[in-house]
């Protein structure tokens, strides 16, 4: 292992236990064992460390999992779109079981039953559908309003009317 690698290493299980001495359990184990350094280790000559606490290995190896959840640099998670009510109106009984979303597409002008969410193209004027996408022509239900913020939710309405 190079001097960095090790550096970093050392780094890393300096940040660990800083944190580890905020879990009760690791509190707890040291008051139990107060003639023993809980965190005694060793580190092999491929970076591995081992731990002579059974109790702070297993920590450790939580420490790890979550390291190797952590969103990657240059990644950002994003939430998902809320189910929303563009158009007030509609009436979801007169839509077959498997419709989810009424909208009004911007380049057609037409109104739409669909299954699948679909995506908002502004360059294009329109929604874009799946390929997996099921959908078919819907009444407007008197909507005048801009068409990208037609998207109505089977799920908001029911939702809203609970």
Not at 62 to 83: D, H, L, N, Y
Request: contains cysteine; hydrophobic residues 40%; charged residues 25%.
């Amino acid at each position: 292992m190079s001097t960095i690698n090790k550096d970093a290493l050392i780094a890393e299980i300096q940040a660990f236990k800083d944190e580890a001495l905020k879990m009760h359990l690791v509190q707890n184990l040291i008051d139990h064992c107060p003639d023993t350094d809980v965190f005694d280790h060793d580190i092999s000559a491929d970076g591995r460390v081992y731990w002579m606490k059974a109790q702070i290995s297993q920590v450790w190896e939580f420490w790890q999992s979550a390291k190797a959840s952590v969103v990657p640099e240059g990644f950002k998670i994003t939430k998902k779109p809320k189910p929303q009510i563009g158009n007030p109106n509609v009436d979801f009984s007169q839509a077959p079981d498997w419709v989810k979303y009424w909208l009004k597409d911007g380049h057609s002008n037409k109104c739409t039953w669909c299954d699948l969410r679909p995506k908002l193209d502004t360059d294009l004027g329109a929604f874009v559908f799946s390929s997996k996408a099921q959908f078919m022509d819907a009444p407007d239900f008197g909507f005048e309003g801009n068409w990208k913020q037609s998207i109505t939710s089977r799920k908001a309405m029911e939702t809203q009317a609970a």
